[in-house]
């Protein structure tokens, strides 16, 4: 009697239950979690890797060579803007007008979506720029500085800069460029720059 009793003690027992539905719910939050923040640094390196590529495809186009040393230029440049980055395929290729286009496919390593089996997320980015025959280059570089970017703004200067500087170099000084800040108003310095350089109405 009495093994019988316990036995269907043991068979209503369900306190067990709540925590295997809560061990299941806190694995599915977990993945979802994951994948979100997997996903958010895939749209933060696609957006660094469009640059680098831009970047590329400027200074091919700016001095172009034979196609060897085109790609070998551009896998440098998106090398030195992606550092630390598994970049696994980066092709030129020329058009008749001649305008270069360069694509880059990148590879990066998940974090939690690892527990799903996704290893990696694939990343493909491109740019094409057309070569000038002669005079100045004109660029507005137009950055974003509102509040949405106020943790990303180390990066933004520093991939400002990289463009620069690679712009600059392959141009040989036959460059011109300005800033536009992406903001309502903003605040230059009072001397940062000569009056001249600033147009204070906008047009």
């Known amino acids: ?17 709540a925590a295997v539905t809560f061990g299941i719910a806190a694995l599915v939050l977990m993945i979802v979690v994951g994948s979100a923040i997997d996903f958010n640094r895939r ?44 970049v696994t395929a980066i092709t030129v290729t020329t058009t008749a007008t001649p305008s270069y286009r360069v694509t880059a496919t990148i590879d990066m390593p998940t974090t939690i979506m690892q527990v799903v089996g996704i290893k990696t997320m694939t990343i493909d980015v491109a740019a094409e720029a057309v070569s000038s025959s002669g005079g100045a ?43 536009v800040p992406y903001v309502d108003a903003v605040n230059p310095g009072a001397n940062a720059w000569p009056i001249w350089m600033i147009d204070t109405k906008g047009e």
């Open 43 to 86: 749209q933060m390196l696609s957006s660094r890797a469009q640059g680098a590529v831009d970047s590329a495809a400027l200074a091919v186009a700016i001095k172009p060579d034979t196609q060897t040393n085109n790609t070998t230029k551009a896998r440098n440049i998106v090398a030195s803007a992606l550092p630390n980055t598994k």
């Open 137 to 179: 280059i004109e660029v507005a570089l137009a950055l974003d500085n509102t509040g949405s970017m106020r943790n990303d703004m180390p990066a933004l200067r520093a991939a400002a800069a990289d463009f620069a500087k690679t712009l600059f170099a392959s141009a040989a000084g036959n460059v011109k460029m300005s800033v």
């Open 1 to 17: 009697m009495k093994l019988r009793d316990g036995l269907h003690r043991w068979i209503r027992d369900q306190s067990g239950v």
